[in-house]
């Protein structure tokens, strides 16, 4: 089919008299973007239905078989149940515990993509009527040649302005839909079927994050793929408390913006402080450097019990439900934002700003649903301006005297520490405050997550996790640190002068550290990973929650990664993309490599652009603190392109990895397009989605999982350098796989070479040449994109 002609029709009508009456303003705009100057061929799969991509799917999934970790034997779904599944039992309707655990893995990701696809027409919406339907998308101007590189090639569109992304938006707004129908009682039976629709949820995934954050960009003026995206601040130490404080958490920014526009108009931007907790803040820093990031999701009850804030202002995602109580605790005024997230409170959305500050002030109500970000806007600065002169005494940390005492009240039941995802030693360090020794208290601080699960199970009703906190209060001051706030896309430019060497292995790699700060042992492992990474000369991206957790932390000079490394998608480079939905700007690198490097056509292909990315990018996406639904459809998205996802222990939370077997050779053929022969590439990369016990584990992991099949013998010698360093300083050992990935001679490291020909010559080892690899059998690529 060839491209149609671009037709668009705007019509103004300032007054009409007709047969309906007086008609004033009416503004009508007819056509549809359909792309006469884009000279892509048209793909086989624009938008594509639940089994377009289902021979590509099951083609990953027959290297990557799901291993299930049921985290429960029944299933509780319908009124059948609960139905017994373990063994060779069946559900009354029939389903099967794989097939059971896959559907599970479905929900979530229904669930994550249903959120940043939600959001993600908020924003457009939101974004229309700030800057016009007509507003260009510009995620960097001559910097961006494909600005939309997963909505062209999923969708064959190429989005010019926001009115364009709606298309796109009921389109992926259908599909989930109908993925949901699929996990209905006495729908989908087989396990593999499931899993294909994961995959497909995880697409969907991506193209609404796509979508929200170029419709933000776009409006609200975020830095445009800017390698020198502002520093700003971060960390509670960084917070005047002075000053009327206003917190905002979530990840819809409306709110934010409405903040501090208000504040701008008013003069009155050196008088508040503007803190955020999770995505809302880093997009708050994005709009205006002047806001301030306190930290990730696990920051919500360390910060807010704090008393600084003077006035808590929530939208949606990622918020704690009990918000509202903690807020109560403190005497803050909480204002709700989200249809999604009313927490019962009254709609004071259709009162005047007047009445509504009055009421908070007063104390009437404890908190307001207002849906219009505007008039929520101007209510938070003006309630935190009235209030926080009488607020001041709440600002105080709970004394040592009250630590002694509190803490001698536990029994040593030991039900907290049973209670704790991450096993703290909560008892011990409760005995040593009671003594009047507070410093094994406080060195809980750094591995608590913030989840209060330790508070629920006491029955002293001791507020653990606050003397936690209040014992680290020296340490909190400190935190004091920078973020580079969120750039946005990649360049072309910066993709042109990677592609050759990370398509020949000799950038080693492209490590996406993204997700939820779920950490084992705190995020000075994540950051401790990525500054290792980058000096060992991988590019290493980030965003969200992670991307806070990376800039937490110092060397020894006081510099933060972000200080230390430059924020430019290139070698040694630390890049945060942004919040959650900036995501997409990952995925959407590694796909421009196949289009701005390769010029492979994006237009709706596919199965062709995985297969590219899969066989000869290497990446891998790395959620260390993988919590929440969004972060399984995340990684989903990722799954669909063929890029490997390593999770940190509570990753095994979600039910199923997909895990290569290196030993079945027959699994690791591919077929080479020089010589039209299936020939044997190695399990490169060995696993889709796996977790990892430990950081030491993962660094190791990850490191073998950038390595593919068309790497040239310098760039395979590179990743084996790396692979083997890291596996003797963090395991000891020089890993037994290490065969599997010499192809020829010329791939053995130099330094290496006596050791690991040694090594070679206890095996079976022989030569085996180095493919043209593609999964896609006998498949022929697509013609290049004219220039």
Same mark, same amino acid.
């Given at each position: 089919?060839?491209?149609?002609?671009?037709?668009?029709?705007?019509?103004?009508?300032?007054?009409?008299?007709?047969?309906?009456?007086?008609?004033?303003?009416?503004?009508?705009? +007819?056509?549809? @973007?359909? $792309?006469?100057?884009? =000279?892509?061929? &048209? !793909?086989?799969?624009?938008?594509?239905?639940?089994?377009? #991509?289902?021979?590509?799917?099951?083609?990953?999934?027959?290297?990557?078989?799901?291993?299930?970790?049921?985290?429960?034997?029944?299933?509780?779904?319908?009124?059948?149940?609960?139905?017994?599944?373990?063994?060779?039992?069946?559900?009354?309707?029939?389903?099967?515990?794989?097939?059971?655990?896959?559907?599970?893995?479905?929900?979530?990701?229904?669930?994550?993509?249903?959120?940043?696809?939600?959001?993600?027409?908020?924003?457009?919406?939101?974004?229309?009527?700030?800057?016009?339907?007509?507003?260009?998308?510009?995620?960097?101007?001559?910097?961006?040649?494909?600005?939309?590189?997963?909505?062209?090639?999923?969708?064959?569109?190429?989005?010019?302005?926001?009115?364009?992304?709606?298309?796109?938006?009921?389109?992926?707004?259908?599909? +989930?839909?109908? @993925?949901? $129908?699929?996990?209905? =009682?006495?729908? &989908? !039976?087989?396990?593999?079927?499931?899993?294909?629709?994961? #995959?497909?949820?995880?697409?969907?995934?991506?193209?609404?994050?796509?979508?929200?954050?170029?419709?933000?960009?776009?409006?609200?003026?975020?830095?445009?793929?800017?390698?020198?995206?502002?520093?700003?601040?971060?960390?509670?130490?960084?917070?005047?408390?002075?000053?009327?404080?206003?917190?905002?958490?979530?990840?819809?920014?409306?709110?934010?913006?409405?903040?501090?526009?208000?504040?701008?108009?008013?003069?009155?931007?050196?008088?508040?402080?503007?803190?955020?907790?999770?995505?809302?803040?880093?997009?708050?820093?994005?709009?205006?450097?002047?806001?301030?990031?306190?930290?990730?999701?696990?920051?919500?009850?360390?910060?807010?019990?704090?008393?600084?804030?003077?006035?808590?202002?929530?939208?949606?995602?990622?918020?704690?439900?009990?918000?509202?109580?903690? $807020?109560?605790?403190?005497?803050?005024?909480?204002?709700?934002?989200?249809?999604?997230?009313?927490?019962? #409170?009254?709609?004071?959305?259709?009162?005047?700003?007047?009445?509504?500050?009055?009421?908070?002030?007063?104390?009437?109500?404890?908190?307001?649903?207002?849906?219009?970000?505007?008039?929520?806007?101007?209510?938070?600065?003006?309630?935190?301006?009235?209030?926080?002169?009488?607020?001041?005494?709440?600002?105080?940390?709970?004394?040592?005297?009250?630590?002694?005492?509190?803490?001698?009240?536990?029994?040593?039941?030991?039900?907290?520490?049973?209670?704790?995802?991450?096993?703290?030693?909560?008892?011990?360090?409760?005995?040593?405050?009671?003594?009047?020794?507070?410093?094994?208290?406080?060195?809980?601080?750094?591995?608590?997550?913030?989840?209060?699960?330790?508070?629920?199970?006491?029955?002293?009703?001791?507020?653990?996790?606050?003397?936690?906190?209040?014992?680290? $209060?020296?340490?909190?001051?400190?935190?004091?640190?920078?973020?580079?706030?969120?750039?946005?896309?990649?360049?072309?430019?910066?993709?042109?002068?990677?592609?050759?060497?990370?398509?020949?292995?000799?950038?080693?790699?492209?490590?996406?550290?993204?997700?939820?700060?779920?950490?084992?042992?705190?995020?000075?492992?994540?950051?401790?990973?990525?500054?290792?990474?980058?000096?060992?000369?991988?590019?290493?991206?980030?965003?969200?929650?992670?991307?806070?957790?990376?800039?937490?932390?110092?060397?020894?000079?006081?510099?933060?990664?972000?200080?230390?490394?430059?924020?430019?998608?290139?070698?040694?480079?630390?890049?945060?993309?942004?919040?959650?939905?900036?995501?997409?700007?990952?995925?959407?690198?590694?796909?421009?490599?196949?289009?701005?490097?390769?010029?492979?056509?994006?237009?709706?292909?596919?199965?062709?652009?995985?297969?590219?990315?899969?066989?000869?990018?290497?990446?891998?996406?790395?959620?260390?603190?993988?919590?929440?639904?969004?972060?399984?459809?995340?990684?989903?998205?990722?799954?669909?392109?063929?890029?490997?996802?390593?999770?940190?222990?509570?990753?095994?939370?979600?039910?199923?990895?997909?895990?290569?077997?290196?030993?079945?050779?027959?699994?690791?053929?591919?077929?080479?397009?020089?010589?039209?022969?299936?020939?044997?590439?190695?399990?490169?990369?060995?696993?889709?989605?796996?977790?990892?016990?430990?950081?030491?584990?993962?660094?190791?992991?990850?490191?073998?999982?950038?390595?593919?099949?068309?790497?040239?013998?310098?760039?395979?010698?590179?990743?084996?350098?790396?692979?083997?360093?890291?596996?003797?300083?963090?395991?000891?050992?020089?890993?037994?796989?290490?065969?599997?990935?010499?192809?020829?001679?010329?791939?053995?490291?130099?330094?290496?070479?006596?050791?690991?020909?040694?090594?070679?010559?206890?095996?079976?080892?022989?030569?085996?040449?180095?493919?043209?690899?593609?999964?896609?059998?006998?498949?022929?690529?697509?013609?290049?994109?004219?220039?």
């Amino acid at each position: 089919m060839l491209p149609l002609t671009e037709k668009k029709i705007a019509l103004t009508i300032k007054e009409m008299e007709s047969g309906l009456g007086r008609i004033r303003d009416l503004s009508i705009s +007819i056509g549809k @973007l359909s $792309a006469a100057d884009w =000279t892509e061929f &048209e !793909g086989p799969t624009q938008y594509p239905s639940l089994t377009a #991509l289902r021979t590509w799917d099951r083609t990953l999934l027959s290297r990557y078989k799901p291993f299930y970790m049921p985290f429960c034997d029944l299933c509780c779904l319908c009124t059948y149940g609960k139905c017994d599944l373990t063994g060779t039992k069946k559900g009354a309707c029939g389903i099967t515990m794989p097939a059971q655990q896959s559907r599970t893995v479905l929900l979530s990701a229904c669930i994550g993509a249903a959120t940043h696809t939600s959001h993600a027409r908020e924003l457009v919406t939101y974004a229309i009527k700030k800057a016009g339907r007509d507003c260009p998308i510009n995620p960097g101007g001559n910097a961006i040649g494909v600005e939309a590189p997963i909505i062209r090639l999923v969708c064959g569109e190429k989005p010019e302005i926001l009115a364009d992304l709606e298309t796109v938006l009921d389109y992926c707004e259908s599909q +989930i839909t109908a @993925l949901l $129908a699929v996990t209905h =009682t006495g729908q &989908e !039976g087989d396990p593999l079927d499931f899993e294909s629709k994961v #995959l497909h949820a995880g697409m969907i995934d991506h193209v609404g994050m796509e979508v929200a954050d170029l419709a933000q960009i776009s409006a609200l003026g975020y830095p445009k793929a800017d390698p020198d995206a502002p520093l700003v601040a971060l960390g509670m130490g960084t917070v005047d408390t002075t000053k009327p404080v206003i917190l905002v958490i979530g990840h819809n920014v409306p709110p934010s913006v409405a903040i501090i526009d208000y504040l701008h108009n008013e003069n009155l931007s050196d008088h508040v402080e503007v803190t955020g907790i999770c995505c809302t803040s880093i997009d708050a820093t994005r709009y205006s450097p002047r806001a301030k990031i306190i930290g990730p999701i696990s920051w919500q009850l360390r910060y807010i019990r704090s008393g600084i804030p003077d006035v808590i202002v929530v939208d949606e995602q990622c918020i704690r439900t009990d918000a509202l109580a903690e $807020a109560e605790a403190i005497h803050a005024p909480f204002i709700a934002t989200s249809e999604k997230n009313c927490l019962g #409170l009254p709609d004071r959305t259709n009162d005047t700003a007047d009445a509504i500050v009055t009421d908070l002030v007063g104390g009437k109500l404890a908190g307001v649903l207002i849906l219009d970000p505007e008039k929520a806007g101007e209510v938070a600065v003006r309630v935190a301006r009235t209030v926080a002169p009488a607020r001041k005494n709440v600002r105080a940390s709970t004394d040592p005297a009250t630590i002694l005492e509190q803490a001698a009240a536990c029994t040593q039941c030991r039900l907290c520490q049973r209670a704790c995802p991450n096993d703290l030693k909560i008892p011990q360090a409760m005995k040593a405050a009671g003594a009047g020794d507070r410093s094994l208290l406080a060195g809980l601080y750094e591995a608590c997550v913030g989840c209060g699960k330790c508070e629920q199970a006491c029955t002293k009703k001791i507020p653990v996790h606050s003397l936690i906190v209040a014992a680290a $209060a020296e340490r909190i001051k400190n935190e004091k640190f920078v973020i580079r706030t969120g750039r946005g896309a990649i360049q072309d430019i910066e993709i042109r002068n990677v592609g050759g060497p990370i398509v020949l292995g000799e950038i080693p790699g492209v490590i996406g550290f993204v997700g939820c700060a779920n950490y084992a042992n705190g995020g000075k492992e994540v950051a401790e990973m990525s500054v290792e990474f980058a000096k060992r000369r991988y590019i290493v991206c980030t965003s969200g929650c992670t991307a806070m957790s990376i800039g937490m932390y110092r060397d020894e000079e006081g510099k933060t990664p972000y200080e230390q490394f430059p924020g430019s998608f290139s070698a040694g480079g630390i890049v945060n993309v942004g919040s959650c939905v900036a995501n997409a700007h990952i995925a959407g690198a590694t796909i421009k490599i196949a289009s701005v490097f390769a010029r492979r056509n994006l237009r709706g292909n596919y199965a062709e652009i995985a297969d590219y990315v899969h066989n000869r990018v290497g990446a891998v996406g790395v959620a260390w603190g993988a919590m929440s639904q969004k972060a399984a459809a995340i990684a989903a998205g990722f799954w669909r392109l063929g890029i490997p996802v390593v999770v940190g222990p509570h990753g095994t939370k979600y039910r199923r990895m997909l895990l290569g077997r290196a030993d079945h050779d027959a699994d690791w053929y591919v077929h080479d397009q020089r010589t039209g022969e299936d020939v044997y590439a190695g399990p490169a990369p060995e696993h889709l989605f796996v977790a990892a016990e430990t950081k030491e584990e993962a660094m190791v992991l990850i490191a073998k999982l950038c390595m593919r099949p068309n790497d040239t013998t310098r760039g395979r010698a590179m990743k084996l350098t790396h692979y083997i360093d890291l596996s003797q300083r963090n395991l000891g050992t020089i890993p037994d796989d290490i065969p599997r990935y010499v192809r020829t001679t010329a791939d053995i490291p130099v330094t290496l070479k006596g050791e690991i020909t040694r090594i070679l010559a206890q095996s079976d080892w022989k030569e085996r040449p180095i493919p043209d690899p593609t999964l896609l059998s006998r498949h022929k690529p697509s013609p290049p994109k004219e220039r």
